[in-house]
């Protein structure tokens, strides 16, 4: 199993940053593909951005450009930052892990709120 704690959310003005953090913990071998997704109120979870084991990142056209997801390997930790914030990127961000059997490690959850 592996276990994820994310951190890092928070209240930002629109056009300001922030940067998510998830540690990941338990069988790190199975992972292949380390994701962000996000949930909105009333909406439908979506995958925002991920990294595979060999780096190879991919956004969500409506991030692009202004969220950038990364790794350190050495703490087995992966970070979302966040720049020019709007509104609409409101909601609550999960970090999650995909193993063969695919997305089934989920972190708690952080809410990120943007205010206009």
């Known amino acids: 199993q592996v276990q994820l704690v994310e951190s890092g959310g928070g209240l930002v003005q629109a056009g300001g940053s922030l940067r998510l953090s998830c540690a990941a913990s338990?069988?790190?071998?199975?992972?292949?593909?380390m994701g962000w997704y996000r949930q909105a109120p009333g909406k439908q979870r979506e995958l925002v951005a991920s990294?595979?084991?060999?780096?190879?990142?991919s956004y969500v056209d409506s991030v692009k450009g202004r969220f950038t997801i990364s790794r350190d390997t050495a703490k087995n930790t992966v970070y979302l930052q966040m720049n020019s914030l709007k509104p609409e990127d409101t909601a609550v961000y999960y970090c999650?892990?995909?193993?063969?059997?695919?997305?089934?490690?989920w972190g708690q959850g952080t809410q990120v709120t943007v205010s206009s």
């Open positions: 999650a892990a995909r193993s063969l059997t695919g997305w089934n490690s």
């Open positions: 990294i595979t084991r060999g780096g190879t990142t």
């Open positions: 338990g069988s790190i071998f199975s992972i292949g593909v």
